[in-house]
Nanobody, 127 residues
Framework: QLQLVESGGGLVQPGGSLRLSCTAS????????IGWFRQAPGKEREGVSC????????SYVDSVKGRFIISRDNDKSTVYLQMNSLKSEDTAVYYC????????????????????WGQGTQVTVSS
């Protein structure tokens, strides 16, 4: 059974860092692109970052470029999101999702092709 489990969320002060993990099981995640998305209260779910199956291609939403880094360890079936210089507007529930494609594509941020999702992990940035 395909499963994605996020971890690493928590409460952090502005300017701080967190590293989220997304661990896959029940399928060979090496073949597929993985994305991170987030949803703040009262807002739509938005794409944060995406990484191709090989890790050779990475995409970010403009608001996190230069602050967040996505990576993957296919031996561990895990995708990471290193979040630095966190801001209050980064507060949200963060979800990972697996694509049905090996590449993110130009429409990844619209959740195109992402059919399986984790349960989410809460990130709160507050002093």
């Amino acid at each position: 059974q395909l499963q994605l489990v996020e971890s690493g969320g928590g409460l952090v002060q502005p300017g701080g860092s967190l590293r989220l993990s997304c661990t896959a099981s029940g399928f060979t995640s090496d073949y597929y692109a993985i994305g991170w998305f987030r949803q703040a209260p009262g807002k739509e779910r938005e794409g944060v970052s995406c990484i191709s199956s090989s890790g050779g291609s990475r995409s970010y939403v403009d608001s996190v470029k230069g602050r967040f880094i996505i990576s993957r360890d296919n031996d561990k079936s895990t995708v990471y999101l290193q979040m630095n210089s966190l801001k209050s507007e980064d507060t949200a529930v963060y979800y990972c999702a697996v694509s049905d494609r090996s590449r993110c594509g130009s429409d990844w941020s619209l959740r195109a092709g992402f059919g399986s999702w984790g349960q989410g992990t809460q990130v709160t940035v507050s002093s």
